[in-house]
């Protein structure tokens, strides 16, 4: 250290050697050098030349002996290496040195190398960026080409199916059936089409002519009030009781017997020839659906199937039958329930005439007060499965009960009708059927008796 110092005095005393020459005054005759005017401000010249270059060359000094220090000491505050584990690891693979020393080249700042190796990992994912989105966009393409093809009917085959739409059907039926039967390829798009479209404003029961290259809108509007809807033809007989005409209508199709019943009994027909205090008895359309041949849909509603019955009936009641009937003092009820008795009770086109004169003989005669035709029996027994019987509690009962029955047993045509309207005008209160199929007709009832105790009577 004392040598270190020595050399620096050294080092000042030259510098300020050289500094006191060039700084000093000479007298320009005598050539020997001036003293300042003032003694002091030299000094203290000097002084503080002497400071500053002592400053600086010990400010560089101390500045050499702490980067010195910094560079003896540092070692000590390394930390050691830890020690390596004896346990026995497998030598890591290339892919992983090679990872290993990318980390240290990006911890040491060496990154052009990691850019590199970077520029080509992008260039190789963009590449299968581009594969995914394209596959994806395929996929995306094809599955709305199918969804297209089906709603809007692309390249299906033109073939004609019967649909059949049940009552209170549910969205889920109507697209399995329509499934089923070719029409949609897709259920699932079609409830989806739903939610957009509700069908269920559009469809209604009932059964449809469509073709399968329909697309969805036509499909819901085929199905519909604009549809084109299957029709059966069903040819009701004369004679033919409610029960009778509803199973037959029940059978082609048309509508279940029970809607019919419910119908008839309560649904308000506005036809002046019914009586809406009968409304609730399932028996008042009895005798006015007229039997002849109609034209309905599969399904149809079961109020539309009976107003075509109705409606005929009341165009066959023309102005004058109208009038006729006026002449006959009755209601259009006790002729429409006299013509059902000559219904059934007529054997062909000759007896309804001489049959209606003995009904309207015995409804005005005091000495036959009860008709006693075994039709009513007859009418009564098939309702209930009863034995036949005279003795039967009911108002259809001619036998027990005087007058006309409550109601029509049948549904009568329209010869029974004009029978009822012009009947032949007779004495006749009997008649009776003989083995040959044909009625004889009696004035009194011991000719009648006779003739029922004769081979000839047909029992």
Not at 144 to 173: M, Q, R
Request: charged share 30%; with cysteine.
């Amino acid at each position: 250290m004392a040598d270190y110092n020595d050399k620096w005095q050294e080092f000042y005393d030259a510098a300020l050697a050289k500094d006191d020459d060039s700084t000093r005054v000479f007298d320009t005759k005598t050539g020997a050098p001036i003293e300042s005017a003032s003694g002091s401000t030299k000094e203290k010249g000097a002084s503080e030349k002497k400071k500053s270059i002592f400053g600086d060359a010990f400010a560089k000094d101390k500045a050499a002996e702490a980067e010195k220090t910094k560079t003896e000491e540092k070692p000590k505050r390394e930390r050691a290496p830890k020690k390596e584990k004896a346990s026995k690891e497998k030598t890591p693979s290339p892919r992983k040195e090679r990872a290993a020393q990318r980390r240290a080249e990006e911890n040491e700042g060496n990154f052009p190398v990691r850019f590199r190796r970077e520029r080509r990992v992008g260039i190789l994912g963009g590449v299968v960026y581009f594969i995914f989105i394209l596959a994806m966009s395929t996929l995306l393409a094809c599955v709305l080409w199918f969804a297209a093809s089906d709603v809007l009917a692309l390249g299906k085959e033109e073939k004609a199916v019967e649909i059949t739409i049940p009552e209170n059907y549910t969205v889920d039926e109507v697209a399995q059936i329509l499934y089923e039967n070719g029409v949609i390829n897709n259920r699932k798009m079609f409830k989806i089409y739903d939610s957009f479209a509700d069908i269920t404003d559009t469809v209604k029961p009932g059964t449809y002519l469509l073709y399968t290259n329909y697309d969805y809108r036509a499909v819901v509007s085929g199905l519909g009030a604009a549809g084109t809807r299957v029709s059966v033809k069903v040819t009701v007989p004369e004679g033919y009781t409610l029960r009778q005409t509803f199973a037959l209508l029940e059978e082609n199709g048309v509508c279940t017997a029970e809607k019919l019943w419910d119908c008839a009994a309560n649904f308000d027909f506005d036809y002046d020839f019914l009586d809406s205090s009968t409304l609730g008895n399932e028996k008042r359309l009895e005798g006015y659906l007229f039997p002849d041949t109609y034209d309905f849909y599969l399904g149809e509603d079961p109020d539309d199937v009976i107003k075509k019955f109705l409606a005929n009936f009341n165009n066959r009641f023309d102005d004058e039958l109208v009038a006729r009937l006026e002449e006959t003092g009755y209601s259009m009820h006790d002729v429409v329930v006299i013509a059902s008795l000559i219904e059934e009770e007529a054997a062909g086109e000759e007896d309804r005439a001489m049959i209606a004169s003995v009904i309207y003989n015995r409804l005005g005669s005091s000495n036959f007060p009860y008709l006693q035709f075994d039709s009513t029996i007859h009418y009564i027994i098939a309702e209930t499965g009863e034995d036949f019987s005279t003795e039967i509690d009911s108002p259809y009962n001619t036998y027990k009960y005087g007058g006309l029955p409550e109601g029509a047993i049948s549904n009568p045509g329209m010869a029974a009708i004009n029978a009822a309207l012009y009947p032949e005008d007779t004495n006749y209160y009997y008649y009776a059927l003989d083995i040959y199929g044909e009625h004889r007709f009696f004035t009194n009832y011991d000719s009648f008796l006779n003739f029922v105790n004769s081979s000839d009577y047909a029992g």
